[in-house]
């Protein structure tokens, strides 16, 4: 799915698992505790929306800097 906002171009991959759907999506987080500032964000407002998309859509997440931490 498009995730733009820390880079205008950012993508998050959805990927089923038999522990729920992961997401493996770069910098929209950098680690469980992300800086809510990302001060390298192209966009705010839409890293913002990209945020909330992803913790709709998956159970785990995998984030660019830090292992994988669960959302639900």
């Known amino acids: 799915i498009k995730?733009?906002?820390?880079?205008y171009d950012g993508l998050t991959?959805?990927?089923?698992?038999?522990?729920g759907v992961v997401a493996?999506?770069?910098?929209?987080?950098?680690k469980k505790?992300?800086?809510?500032d990302d001060a390298y964000a192209t966009d705010k407002e839409k890293l913002k929306e990209s945020r909330k998309m992803v913790l709709a859509s998956a159970d785990r997440v995998i984030p660019g800097h830090a292992g994988m931490f669960q959302v639900k």
């Open 3 to 7: 995730t733009p906002g820390h880079s």
């Open 13 to 19: 991959l959805l990927v089923k698992t038999s522990e």
């Open 24 to 30: 493996i999506c770069g910098d929209v987080f950098w």
């Open 33 to 36: 505790n992300f800086p809510v």
